[in-house]
T-cell receptor, first 114, second 114 residues
Framework: AQSVTQPDIHITVSEGASLELRCNYS??????LFWYVQSPGQGLQLLLK??????LVQGIKGFEAEFKRSQSSFNLRKPSVHWSDAAEYFC????????????FGDGTTLTVKP | DTEVTQTPKHLVMGMTNKKSLKCEQH?????MYWYKQKAKKPPELMFV???????INESVPSRFSPECPNSSLLNLHLHALQPEDSALYLC?????????????FGPGTRLTVT
């Protein structure tokens, strides 16, 4: 079965600083990988996804993520964080053997300091 | 239209009440999902409907009863809930019930069981 680990429970960055959120997955084949963002009291919004091709994926709101098979990682990055990026970030993996069933990481809470 | 709508936004119910949550999407998606989310936790999958048929039930107690009347609509019927069922209930949809498709989430219904 697939699994996802987000090692950082909480990250604080200053506005304008760069950001990297870590995600490690466990799955035997090439997984389908997603990053979602959730603002307080809201649903989840897809930031970006990867399932084949270029390992550097561009998403919405200036986010990008890089798939590294050798490290089983799919880290999310943003070069300059805005105060509105403060939210909960979830990495998720979908596997072909569990059609429609994504496994979510525990999430990383991002706080942005002015 | 890439929106998933959920009603009501908030619901307070007693343990003997019967209520229903409603979810609607008009994106032509053929898979729909119910998740339960506790504070500071990732969404937990409850049910998946694929082409209006229940395809996944994650061993959810029978006091939760899903229904998919048509391809655009998903209901969750609630009866005799417990206080520990208080949570944010999220609905999502995807193009099909396969791992490579991202999910579109609604804003959720905040449920409080008294």
């Amino acid at each position: 079965a697939q699994s996802v680990t987000q090692p950082d429970i909480h990250i604080t960055v200053s506005e304008g600083a760069s950001l990297e959120l870590r995600c490690n997955y466990s799955y035997g084949a090439t997984p389908y990988l997603f990053w979602y963002v959730q603002s307080p009291g809201q649903g989840l919004q897809l930031l970006l996804k990867y399932f084949s091709g270029d390992t550097l994926v561009q998403g919405i709101k200036g986010f990008e993520a890089e798939f590294k098979r050798s490290q089983s990682s799919f880290n999310l990055r943003k070069p300059s964080v805005h105060w509105s990026d403060a939210a909960e970030y979830f990495c998720a993996v979908g596997a072909g053997t569990n059609a429609g069933k994504s496994t979510f990481g525990d999430g990383t809470t991002l706080t942005v300091k002015p | 239209d890439t929106e998933v709508t959920q009603t009501p936004k908030h619901l307070v119910m007693g343990m003997t009440n019967k209520k229903s949550l409603k979810c609607e999407q008009h994106m032509g998606h053929r898979a729909m999902y119910w998740y339960k989310q506790k504070a500071k936790k990732p969404p937990e999958l409850m049910f998946v409907y694929s082409y209006e048929k229940l395809s996944i039930n994650e061993s959810v107690p029978s006091r939760f009863s899903p229904e998919c009347p048509n391809s655009s609509l998903l209901n969750l019927h609630l009866h005799a809930l417990q206080p520990e069922d208080s949570a944010l209930y999220l609905c999502a949809s995807s193009q099909a019930g396969a791992a490579e498709y991202e999910q579109y989430f609604g804003p959720g219904t905040r449920l409080t069981v008294t």
